[in-house]
Structures are given as structure tokens and as C-alpha cells.
T-cell receptor, first 115, second 115 residues
């Protein structure tokens, strides 16, 4: 089966601009998660979707971040306006069941650089 | 507070040597889940293992083995007879009910295997 696909793989934008990251989960995976790793720090949870519903967005840093999953398929994560501290790698993951009994399948991440 | 500590930032070994990666976790729950992920140079996080807190049996999968010790809150990972392809960043992670879908990652250990 195809894995979790994220694009772009890299994005360099100027402070104040808008960037939209996309994640295509494994087909049939209702659970989708966003994580990010800011330079030199741990990978941190951002939010969790079940189908198109946000179940937990407790990790979203502030209201400049907006995640959507229209139709319960792919998801987008928009950062508007981007700030320097938003630089990092944004990972998406999906799982068939909540709790990931068989683990979570992660994508390769989008490396975002805000200059 | 840091829930997962991977004290080793980088480890460098020569091919065929064994390498052990330490992971110490912190939780007040009696039920919890521990994970190891591998991040090769291609960037994706590859699931290696998921262990629940009630299963203290050590596990072996090929050249990989895991030692789970509740008494010391550790879940260490050993690669036996390392190979160059084992070069990667390895992450240990913890999840706790009721939000067992939310992984708390350690900072990661970079393993370099030299030929």
C-alpha cells in the first residue's frame, strides 16, 4: 500500500507569508495526526483528526495555524502569517485505529524554513 | 516536563559492533505504550515497535532487540552486529491513556555506523 505522502518536501518562505502543507494519509485510515519538530527540539504533537473532525488540537501553537481535512481524506496545515519560529519539520501520520495498535505510519515530513 | 529522555545525542560505531540506545520514560499511569521509530536519511519515521506496559517480555526481531524494565522506567533498544544501513536517528516515544493517540517523543539519538 502507498504510504503517507506529504508535500512539498521543502518550503522556504519569508516571514509574513502564508504556506500550506498537505498530507495524504494511507487510504482508509480515518485517523490523521500532525506533528512538528522545531530545530533541536523534540517532535511535538499538533493535532488529531478522525475523518474530517478535529478530535484534539491541543498542540497547535497559536491561531496562525489552521488545519483542515475536508471530506476526511487529505489534510492541509496552513500557517498564516509565518514567523521565524515556525521553521522546522512538519510530520503527518495516519493510523487505522485510534491508538495505533500497529503503530502510526509517518510521512517524510515537510521542512519549512521561514526567513 | 520531559516524559521521554534519550540521553545519548549521538553514537558512532564501526560496522558489526553492537549498539544500545537508552530510553527512560516518566509516567504516573499504570497503562501506557512505548514506541521506537527510526528516521533514515530519507526523512520518514519508520515504526519499529509498540509495547504496552503490561508486557515486560523482551522482544527480538532480527538484529533488533528491546529491553523493557519497568523497575527503572527504561525501554532500551539494541542493534546487534550493526550495518551501515542502520545509520539513522532513532526516537523513543510514550503515549498514555486517555490520549493514547498522542505520542511524546524523546529528542532522538543519531546513530552512525562506519564501514
Amino acid at each position: 500500500e502507498a504510504g503517507v505522502t506529504q508535500f512539498p518536501s521543502h518550503s522556504v518562505i519569508e516571514k509574513g507569508q502564508t504556506v500550506t502543507l498537505r498530507c495524504d494519509p494511507i487510504s482508509g485510515h480515518d485517523n490523521l495526526y500532525w506533528y512538528r519538530r522545531v530545530m533541536g527540539k523534540e517532535i511535538k504533537f499538533l493535532l488529531h483528526f478522525v475523518k474530517e473532525s478535529k478530535q484534539d488540537e491541543s498542540g497547535m501553537p497559536n491561531n496562525r495555524f489552521l488545519a483542515e481535512r475536508t471530506g476526511g481524506t487529505y489534510s492541509t496545515l496552513k500557517v498564516q502569517p509565518a514567523e521565524l519560529e515556525d521553521s522546522g519539520v512538519y510530520f503527518c501520520a495516519s493510523s487505522l485505529t485510534r491508538g495505533g495498535v500497529r503503530g502510526y505510519t509517518f510521512g517524510s515530513g515537510t521542512r519549512l524554513t521561514v526567513v | 516536563a520531559q516524559k521521554v529522555t534519550q540521553a545519548q545525542t549521538e553514537i558512532s560505531v564501526v560496522e558489526k559492533e553492537d549498539v544500545t540506545l537508552d530510553c527512560v520514560y516518566e509516567t504516573r499511569d499504570t497503562t501506557y505504550y512505548l514506541f521506537w521509530y527510526k528516521q533514515p536519511p530519507s526523512g520518514e519515521l519508520v515504526f519499529l515497535i509498540r509495547r504496552n506496559s503490561f508486557d515486560e517480555q523482551n522482544e527480538i526481531s532480527g538484529r533488533y532487540s528491546w529491553n523493557f524494565q519497568k523497575s527503572t522506567s527504561s525501554f532500551n533498544f539494541t542493534i546487534t552486529a550493526s550495518q551501515v544501513v542502520d545509520s539513522a536517528v532513532y526516537f523513543c516515544a510514550l503515549s498514555e491513556p486517555p490520549n493514547d493517540y498522542k505520542l511524546s517523543f524523546g529528542a532522538g539519538t543519531t546513530v552512525t555506523v562506519r564501514a
